[in-house]
């Protein structure tokens, strides 16, 4: 695997600050933020000067029931194209539910949430995973997630899970130690045994990023300093492989420049007080990947690498064979989604108090992810917009992307008669009415639906 170095989370608040910053070897962009044909200047100079840039995605959704979107593929393999990266990288995660498997309206969650640790699941997210390599055109490596709730009836640890798809797939893995700290703290997850049962060979990079701890429970913030604990994490894995490529990621509440050099260099010592550092106890390393393959899985006679014939002889998943299988996740997955985004009852087994955790968190990134791109709505709502979208939330689950939620948040206060002044109310109707205007011919029924709710609207 290519050695990366240092790497910074390229953002475009910091562009300018991450083109003068000193050391960093490569960056990582948000794929679905970079147009291929017009990556952002500060892109193209950076990768003139022969840094590395990694598209990293975030709606792939590779854990989710359904075959990954020949379309969203289609997207990375352009971007990892046009930047001229050497991998890209994913999520194990599920991001939407519902839909045909389910024969229930299509939900989006807006957030990455965690795939069940299953034999079951297991198959389908292996065979998710072999469709999208084929489809690109470099190696792919897939990230663990932070989560705030675990599944009921799980049959692995993380790392028997991440140790089994590397296995099967031969997929490159992207460790978050930030969020192997965020498991422990709110699942109770040990990282060093997750650390010992990874296959370290496996590493194409590591993440390291902040958060903050509420109430005992951690929130992966990407916005706040880099704690000592996941810092450590990051000694302990060092300790054992010297990771490719170590980044920080970090997403806003941007500190000052020399704030993140002190957060780089701090993830740098970090690294180097690993390397020099015996290994810990227990921790595997590239060498004892098999044994420990085989202590965790109950399979002391695993044959090795047979180009993917899965642990203990499982064969691997071929399209067609998993779709019961298929249905089942699906299910569970609407369920669960549909729990936190639309009130229906939690699924059994489920953490109420945690799934209710868990849905304040995504009801308020929808809402700050809302702001964002589409600033105008905060501009013209003033204070009243975040208890006007979190209402508006509650009644309303996200089916389409956020850019799709902004202009259904502002039609519904259209329609409502909202907001009570009038010049706000005029301000928001013209700014819809701007957005709202006609599709391609291959969208008629959408054409008709957007004129029709333009002549009410026109008429208040």
Partial sequence: MERLGAGIGWRPEIADVVERMPGVDWVEVVSENVCPDHPPESLRRLRARGVTVVPHGVSLG????????????????ERARALGSPLVTEHIAFVRAGGALTASPRLEAGHLLPVPRTREALDVLCENVRI???????????????ALISWP???????????????????????DVANLHTNHVNQGEDPARALAELPLEAIAYVHVAGGFERDGV?????????????????????????????LLERDENFPEPVELERELTAIGEA???????????????????GARAGAHTGDGDRDGDDGGSGAGGRPPLRSGDGEPARQRLALAQAALLSALVAGTPAPEGFDRARLKVQARALASKRADVVAKVAPELPMILGAGYRAAFLAHAQAHPMGGGYRRDAMEFAESLLRAGRPED????????????????????????????????RRVLLRR
Avoid at 132 to 146: F, G, R
């Fill in 218 to 246: 951690w929130h992966d913030s990407h916005a706040h300093p880099v704690p000592r604990p996941v810092l450590d994490i990051l000694t302990d894995l060092a300790s054992s492989v010297p990771p490719p490529g170590v």
């Fill in 62 to 77: 590779l854990g989710g029931a359904e075959r990954p979107d020949a379309g969203r593929l289609s997207a990375l393999a």
């Fill in 422 to 453: 009038a010049g706000a109310r005029r301000r928001l109707r013209e700014w819809w009415l701007e957005r709202s205007g006609p599709a391609p011919r291959s969208h008629r029924p959408a054409v008709r639906a957007a004129r029709a709710a």
């Fill in 132 to 146: 999208a390599q084929d489809a690109l055109p470099v190696p792919l490596a897939v990230e663990n997630i932070a």
């Fill in 153 to 175: 009836g799980e049959e692995m640890t993380e790392g028997q899970f991440l140790y089994e798809l590397a296995d099967r797939t031969g997929v490159r893995l992207l460790i």
């Fill in 271 to 289: 690294v180097e007080r690993g390397r020099t550092a015996p290994a810990r106890v227990g921790a595997g390393t590239a060498g004892d990947t």
